[in-house]
């Protein structure tokens, strides 16, 4: 199982909003609806920002959105502050019962 | 609250093994599946297989089979990964994860670096 593919890098001004994609197949991104991302700030443990494409979990801002259209997922983060600066993974379940991660991508706030 | 604390960091040599523990606390431990990740140094995230805590069937993802094994203790609400044959490329933080809505996983350890070196 190949890892999603996302851009390495994305940078953004304060206020501004970026949007991240995560590019699979059929088989996993295009196939279900069950996209996950993934906020990791250096030397911390992955967090939980979005499930099932365009979920928020409680304690999450709304500043952060999710979408799928067809096999590529999007997170958007609107308003963009400074601690939104690390690295975002998307994940998705695939037609293997598994689960496979994005590449991850560098947010930097200018 | 949900907690996951795993074990602490571990110095190995080639070929040795090293088994790393995910003490889960603030709920039923056999409700949730528990997933295991790898992180290489600057590296991405890796999902390397789950484990049903109630069954202890596990799941493993390519690359990450034979010398890779998930196990239970449901007495103490703890998930192991053991990790035979150690090779210098398995250097890596391994995170433990549960679910938390469907698959997303929305709890996780703090995470245990496992070094490889002679």
């Known amino acids: 199982q190949s890892a999603l593919t996302q851009p390495a890098s994305v940078s953004g001004s304060p206020g501004q909003s970026i949007t991240i994609s995560c590019t699979g197949t059929s088989s996993d991104v295009g196939g279900y609806n069950y996209v996950s991302w993934y906020q990791q700030h250096p030397g911390k443990a992955p967090k939980l920002m979005i499930y099932?494409?365009?979920k928020r979990p409680s304690g999450v801002s709304n500043r952060f959105s999710g979408s799928k259209s067809g096999n590529t997922a999007s997170l958007t983060i609107s308003g963009l502050q400074a601690e939104d600066e690390a690295d975002y993974y998307c994940s998705s379940y695939t037609s293997s019962s598994t689960y496979v991660f994005g590449t991850g991508t560098k947010v930097t706030v200018l | 609250q949900v907690q996951l604390v795993q074990s602490g960091s571990e110095l190995k040599k080639p070929g040795a093994s090293v088994k790393v523990s995910c003490k889960a606390s603030g709920y039923t431990f056999t409700s949730y599946t528990m997933n295991w990740v790898r992180q290489a140094p600057g590296q991405g995230l890796e999902w390397m297989g789950w484990i049903n805590t109630n069954t202890g069937s596990p799941t493993y993802a390519q690359g990450f089979t034979g010398r890779f094994v998930f196990s239970l203790d449901t007495s103490v609400s703890t998930a192991y990964l053991q990790i035979s044959s150690l090779k210098a490329e398995d250097t890596a933080v391994y995170y433990c994860?549960?679910?938390?809505?469907?698959?997303?996983?929305?709890?996780w350890g703090q995470g245990t670096l496992v070094t490889v070196s002679s």
């Open positions: 994860a549960r679910e938390a809505y469907g698959g997303a996983k929305g709890y």
């Open positions: 099932d494409v365009n």
